[in-house]
């Protein structure tokens, strides 16, 4: 629902790969980005699409909110504003960047544990966890974990990743709910999305090289709405919510500072409407990894 504003009237996008090699025209909004249960969960009766359909639900009740935005009714009501933030919340943390974010953290913080066991450690806690003495080949198999800690990567359960996402999201959208909204209009069509569109910006400051930022403390959270519409959150408790009519001389350009960052924060697909072409002279880095240790 979030991606067809920014499809033509066929509901046919354009997907761009994140490495700009690939150009798909065309694609039909419900082939999109499919992947097959990603967010399906293990139950005692087997796998559950629930999840799936809440996801749908809270997107669904802010695509309305949304539509009502962009067409006047701006600042939204306290339940469109909810249905927003909770909304970004989930956008937040239910894609690919999120999910290897906590299979890296798993993998290093394992590893990290194991590198201070000793053998007889090991076993001891092999003994605690099966209530019984491990065999010969179950030792041999923790101490090939133990000594070759590159040759294996430890992932956590899908169960895990959408557990702590249904937990961690509603956190994430108290936040947004928390600051200053303002709408702008580009004034053209010239705004792009991608599979990463909330992202966050900020001032550089000398402390960022210890503290970093997120979406707590990141001076701006920006999100296209649409092809012509953005919103930004921002923390001055002075600034007063309002649509702004940036034009369509000055909303070109702050659309071209945007476009860069939210492609540059995409995993792997980049999406705009087929009639424009937000990319151009826009060349990008490598991705960025999620996580960087040491």
């Not at 909304?87 to 299979?103: P, T």
């Not at 430890?154 to 999201?169: D, F, S, T, W, Y």
């Amino acid at each position: 629902m979030y991606l067809k504003r920014f499809a033509d009237h066929k509901q046919r996008i354009v997907m761009v790969s994140r490495d700009q090699k690939k150009r798909l025209p065309g694609q039909h909004i419900r082939e999109v980005c499919a992947q097959t249960d990603y967010y399906t969960v293990e139950t005692g009766n087997g796998p559950s699409q629930e999840v799936e359909k809440l996801l749908s639900r809270i997107e669904g009740e802010a695509n309305t909110a949304i539509e009502r935005m962009i067409n006047g009714e701006f600042p939204p009501s306290a339940t469109d504003r909810e249905a927003v933030a909770l909304f970004i919340g989930y956008q937040c943390l239910r894609g690919d960047e999120s999910r290897q974010m906590v299979e890296q953290l798993s993998d290093t913080m394992y590893k990290f544990v194991m590198s201070h066991m000793t053998g007889e450690s090991l076993i001891e806690n092999f003994r605690k966890r099966e209530g019984r003495e491990p065999t010969k080949a179950e030792i041999d198999a923790q101490s090939f974990i133990l000594n070759n800690p590159d040759a294996f990567t430890v992932k956590p359960h899908q169960n895990e990743i959408v557990r702590g996402m249904l937990e961690i999201a509603p956190e994430v959208a108290s936040i947004m709910l928390r600051r200053r909204w303002f709408l702008g209009d580009h004034g053209e069509p010239c705004l792009l999305t991608s599979d990463t569109p909330v992202v966050s910006w900020s001032e550089r400051t000398s402390a960022d090289a210890h503290y970093g930022r997120g979406w707590g403390n990141a001076d701006e959270i920006r999100m296209p709405l649409s092809p012509r519409h953005s919103l930004c959150l921002v923390w001055n408790e002075e600034f007063k919510e309002r649509m702004i009519p940036f034009g369509r001389k000055l909303g070109p350009e702050i659309a071209a500072g945007m476009n860069q960052l939210v492609a540059h924060r995409a995993r792997r697909w980049i999406f705009h409407h087929p009639d424009t072409d937000p990319l151009k002279g826009i060349t990008l880095s490598p991705v960025d990894p999620v996580l960087t240790v040491g």
